[in-house]
């Protein structure tokens, strides 16, 4: 959970992925519509943007939190607690406990350890880059509340994912340490590039295989970081099929292509699809 500022800047985001100037025109689409209905029943406010906005910033983050927990019956939260947005104050993951009758559990996005590590480092030794990011995933999936990984890879390079073996590190050493020396140069430490996406991801699928437990992916639709062709989950069959023991999930129903998400779900058995009502709006459009 991020913290409102109080004035609900950018609420139009809960129904669109769009941002700067392309944001305002949100409020044209039939997910907005149906938002407006949705949330005025719940306010118990006029059927208008405004009206609700207005009922937000008078009744405070915490009541309007609280009411839209208990309408939605929401049991347990499974959260991507490594999630960050620039001048958002984000709650702890167990702040939420108090809202469901479960405990909240951690997924863990595993972008955000790689570059905790990258960080951390001052040479360009891929082989301990590897061996740190293995071990803080092993040690990540065996902590108490730890449920699953998640990757935006999606955002990043795409769902195109090379499979690769350890054998190969060496030639992924030329992009470590240009990652590297950008990162300590800029203080921008975002990994985009697909030589380490792609081999930290196939780390991160062996290591969900060996350890039980399931690793997320975002798929389909996104903000205009994603080049929406590389979205397509069709393009992960390679890596589905190379790692059999890893349960994966294709997260918001792919859209718009949430038919090849259902062919893979129906021939892999490894492969979960995620569905959720606002998906299901996307469908309709």
Known sequence: MIESNGDDEGLEAIVSEASGNALQHATMGLAHHQAVLQLSKLYQCEPTWDAIKAYRIANGFNKITERCFEASGIECILMDDLFSSPGKIAYPYQWHDSLTISKTKRIVRIESLAEEIAKSMTVGDIRQFTQSFLRVLVDSAKRPGVVGFKSV????????????????????????????????????????????????????????????IPIQFHTGLGDSDIRLVKANPAYMQNVIEAYPKTKVVLLHSAYPYTREAGYLTTVYDNVYLDCKPLDLTWLMI
């Open 153 to 212: 890879i999606c955002y990043r390079t795409g769902l195109d994912i090379s499979v690769t073996t350890r054998e190969r590190l060496d030639s992924r050493t030329e992009s470590f340490v240009a990652y590297l020396e950008n990162g300590n140069k800029t203080g921008k430490w975002r990994l985009s590039s697909k030589p380490l996406n792609d081999m930290i991801t196939n780390l991160a699928l062996h290591v969900a295989g060996e350890v039980g």
